[in-house]
T-cell receptor, first 118, second 111 residues
Framework: GAVVSQHPSWVICKSGTSVKIECRSLDFQATTMFWYRQFPKQSLMLMATSNEGSKATYEQGVEKDKFLINHASLTLSTLTVTSAHPEDSSFYIC??????????????FGPGTRLLVL | QKEVEQDPGPLSVPEGAIVSLNCTYSNSAFQYFMWYRQYSRKGPELLMYTYSSGNKEDGRFTAQVDKSSKYISLFIRDSQPSDSATYLCAMSLWNFNKFYFGSGTKLNVKP
């Protein structure tokens, strides 16, 4: 199966600092990557869709200036939480679509990054 | 009304039982249907993927799609304690530009 990694797996930071989370597709080139946020015992909330070489498309209610997304290559997308505050504490998960599999472009998820802002 | 509805559970069954997990949806344009398994504090793992209506079997797992009723199911035969997780249904339009997830059903298989 397709492998997607995330780094770091968890991070604790002080309020006001910025945190960068990396998402990599390890064994395939991902045309599109997605960033989700998940609160405890809740489903995935799509934050933004990222295509390589173009600006990310943000979902309604997601602050573009706070959650900066860069999709620099076909295997790497980054999410930067700027000036993080305690309410940004959450589980952030990325996914990537793998084209050309013959089964459509389903999403493969990374292991997630747990962010705690003190 | 949510695009995808899924009973959050929790669903508790004895080991060896047949488990039925279900989702309903409102958008008749959905064409691709997925089931993901998510263990606590982990990312979702793709279990099954189906296109349009019909059944698909993979080992102990069977995915069913009934587009006329806008209803999808995941059956787990001979359930094991290791199957204890949250199961998320997901669906998309033909272009895959966005996935619509259910809220997830928490399953607990007791030894």
């Amino acid at each position: 199966g397709a492998v997607v990694s995330q780094h770091p797996s968890w991070v604790i930071c002080k309020s006001g600092t910025s945190v960068k989370i990396e998402c990599r597709s390890l064994d395939f080139q991902a045309t599109t990557m997605f960033w989700y946020r998940q609160f405890p015992k809740q489903s995935l909330m799509l934050m933004a869709t990222s295509n390589e070489g173009s600006k990310a498309t943000y979902e309604q209610g997601v602050e573009k200036d706070k959650f900066l997304i860069n999709h620099a290559s076909l295997t790497l997308s980054t999410l930067t939480v700027t000036s993080a505050h305690p309410e940004d504490s959450s589980f952030y998960i990325c996914s990537a679509t793998r084209p050309g599999t013959g089964y459509g472009e389903t999403q493969y998820f990374g292991p997630g990054t747990r962010l705690l802002v003190l | 009304q949510k695009e995808v509805e899924q009973d959050p559970g929790p669903l508790s069954v004895p080991e060896g039982a047949i488990v039925s997990l279900n989702c309903t949806y409102s958008n008749s344009a959905f064409q691709y249907f997925m089931w993901y398994r998510q263990y606590s504090r982990k990312g979702p793992e793709l279990l099954m993927y189906t296109y349009s209506s019909g059944n698909k079997e993979d080992g102990r797992f069977t995915a069913q799609v009934d587009k006329s009723s806008k209803y999808i199911s995941l059956f787990i035969r001979d359930s094991q304690p290791s199957d204890s997780a949250t199961y998320l249904c997901a669906m998309s339009l033909w272009n895959f530009n966005k996935f619509y997830f259910g809220s997830g059903t928490k399953l607990n298989v007791k030894p």
